[in-house]
């Protein structure tokens, strides 16, 4: 997966194994948060921000990372609905906040290590 990200960069060439995980991370990030919004416009009207009027790459990637994926025996990555829940439950919550990007990854990363409280995304303690 990370050798298919690295040859399929739209924003600049790939170099690193980071920079190949944060484009797949990105990339997951955006499927979710499109379907997402196709699916549920009302609700999802906020989550524009992250998107337009240019992707914030750095937040998408660390909301693709909240997501906790998991690779399979063949190299794929794995989330399951809870995963991506999680993960709309976070862009929205960053969306509503639109904090600068820095701060905005400083949130994302306490609530995928756990700092936040579990409450932070409605999930139960």
């Known amino acids: 997966m990370l050798r298919q990200a690295a040859g399929f ?3 600049r060439q790939v170099r690193t194994r980071r920079g ?4 797949v991370y990105r990339k ?7 379907l997402y919004r196709e699916a549920y416009p009302q609700e999802a ?3 524009a921000w992250l998107l337009k009027p240019r992707p914030r ?6 909301l693709g990372r909240v997501a906790q994926p998991r690779s399979g025996e063949q190299g794929e990555l794995h989330w399951s609905a809870r995963d991506v829940s999680r ?3 976070a862009a929205l919550v960053i969306a509503e906040a639109k904090p600068t ?3 905005g990854v400083e949130m994302l990363r306490d609530i ?3 700092y936040r409280e579990p409450s932070f995304l409605g999930l139960p303690s």
């Open 112 to 114: 995928r290590r756990g």
């Open 20 to 23: 190949a995980q944060d484009l």
């Open 28 to 34: 997951f990030a955006v499927a979710a948060l499109e």
């Open 101 to 103: 990007s820095k701060v």
């Open 45 to 47: 009207a906020p989550l």
């Open 57 to 62: 790459h750095s937040l998408l990637s660390e």
């Open 9 to 11: 960069s739209y924003a």
């Open 87 to 89: 993960l709309i439950r």
